[in-house]
């Protein structure tokens, strides 16, 4: 299993029946993949519409696309609406989870993820409107950057997305939940010490008593 | 009253340095040959207003690629590099604002309010400058009205009094830039008689709208 999968394995685990969900481009994406049985939840799109879903590249709708521009579908019982409508939905607290990559998160639940001074300024788009309004934020990413370097930080160093947002933080090497004091490790991947969570996270963290190993479903 | 017209004849009224708006989300929804009469008339100086500046050869991207743009309002500017080039260069002024805020500063523009509170952004650089309201123990900053000179707009379907239907997520920032501008210029793909639409199933209510042109993409 790889990096990628394990994480997404690992948010899926998070849903509950009934939930509404804004998913984010990249590994986030692929937590649709693994929603456990018996588990519905509706796929939010900030481009216009609930009821998300893949497309098997049959019929191809040039009006429905997920929001990084590619080709969906909506499931029966979805509904669109408009950006004022979508935003609301965001902004108002009608969304169980969103689910977000990051450049970095730090220990006071800060994150960071829509620009590079200096290298790229892709935009914010609607991830800022997404960590302020959701009930439950998960970062979902790779533990450190290519190369090896830290992205769960002490105190982020890149333009934020949002303030003390980020309630957890979901990697190929551990489960985090952010709280008044700061991390905890909850969980590590299976054949994953925490003197590696150590080595591979500058943050500093609590270990939780009843710490225990990644559920993969 | 609207009027049902070719796009030479509505393309004059978008002159040099206004500000205009242009529906879509990723070129999804974009009236692509009012963006594409656009580049050919050269008006220029414009501040183009989206959700995004699109793809080069796709929706508003094409007006960055041709330099029509002097300021770009939007909240997504990465699937169009060349957007991100001019801006580095100094040839282009980009403001980048979160999308939800985006939609709001519209509907603000055009329902006649004199702003929003919204937590977006609160403790990033989108709040610098701004004014930070606290209302019932929660702050909030305050974001403030945007309207467009024109706005062209795309919908499915249109019928002879100017009501338009949006399909699926096509839909996006074209109701609400429908609000926020004095001219609003709409491309639909088909145009029926007044009375074949449902009023239930009506997007953007005709009062708002002053020109259709055919895409020339109907069935």
Redesign the interface.
């Known amino acids: 299993m790889d990096a990628k999968e394990i994480i997404a394995r690992r948010v899926a685990q998070e849903l509950h029946d009934g939930n509404v969900v804004n998913l984010g481009i990249g590994i986030p994406t692929m937590v649709a993949d693994y929603i456990p049985e018996g588990i519905h939840v509706m796929l939010h ?5 609930i009821g998300l879903t893949s497309v098997d590249g049959e019929f191809l ?5 997920n ?3 590619k080709p969906a579908a ?1 499931i029966p019982g979805g509904a ?5 409508m ?3 939905l ?2 108002g607290g009608h969304l169980d989870m969103t689910v977000l990559g990051a450049l970095e998160v730090d220990q006071r639940g ?1 994150l960071a993820n829509w620009m590079v001074p200096g290298k ?10 997404l960590v ?2 959701a009930k439950k934020v998960i970062v979902a990413m790779e533990h450190t950057a290519k190369g090896g370097a830290a992205k769960i930080l002490k105190k982020c160093t890149l ?6 947002v980020v309630n957890m933080i979901v990697t190929n090497l551990a489960v985090f939940t952010v709280n008044d004091n700061g991390l905890v490790l909850t969980e590590t991947a299976p054949g994953v010490s925490v003197a590696a969570v150590q080595a591979a996270t500058e943050a500093d963290f609590a270990v939780d008593a009843a710490l225990k190993q990644m559920s993969l479903g | 009253m609207v009027k049902i017209v070719k796009t030479e004849d509505v393309i004059p009224l978008i002159t040099d340095g206004m500000a205009v708006a242009i529906g879509g989300f990723l070129a999804v929804g974009t009236p692509e040959l009012l963006v594409d009469q656009l580049v050919d008339s050269q008006v220029t100086g414009l501040t183009v207003i989206g959700n995004d500046t699109g793809f080069p050869d796709k929706g508003i991207g094409k007006l960055i690629v041709s330099r029509q743009v002097k300021k770009a309002i939007a909240s997504h500017i990465g699937t169009n590099p060349e957007t991100g080039k001019q801006m580095n260069a100094g040839e282009l002024t980009v403001e980048l604002v979160p999308q939800g805020t985006l939609a709001e500063r519209l509907r603000c523009g055009g329902a006649g309010l004199g702003g929003v509170l919204t937590p977006t952004g609160l403790g990033t650089v989108v709040a610098e400058g701004k004014e930070v309201l606290t209302v019932a123990g929660q702050e909030y900053l305050l974001e403030t009205p945007l309207r467009a000179d024109a706005a062209l707009i795309k919908a499915a379907v249109a019928d002879k009094s100017g009501n338009l239907v949006c399909r699926r997520a096509a839909a996006n920032f074209n109701p609400v830039m429908a609000m926020a501008a004095d001219l609003v210029i709409a491309e639909v793909d088909k145009i029926v008689e007044t009375g074949e639409i449902e009023p239930d199933h009506v997007t953007v209510p005709g009062i708002l709208v002053d020109y259709i042109v055919l895409s020339g993409k109907g069935a």
Do not use: H, K, W
Request: aromatic letters at 6%.
């Open positions: 799109s900030e481009n216009g519409f709708d040039p009006d429905i696309v929001a990084g521009a909506i669109c609406f408009d950006s004022v979508s935003f609301a965001i902004r800060n790229i300024v892709p935009g914010m788009g609607g991830a800022m409107d302020s309004g333009p934020l997305t949002g303030q003390g």
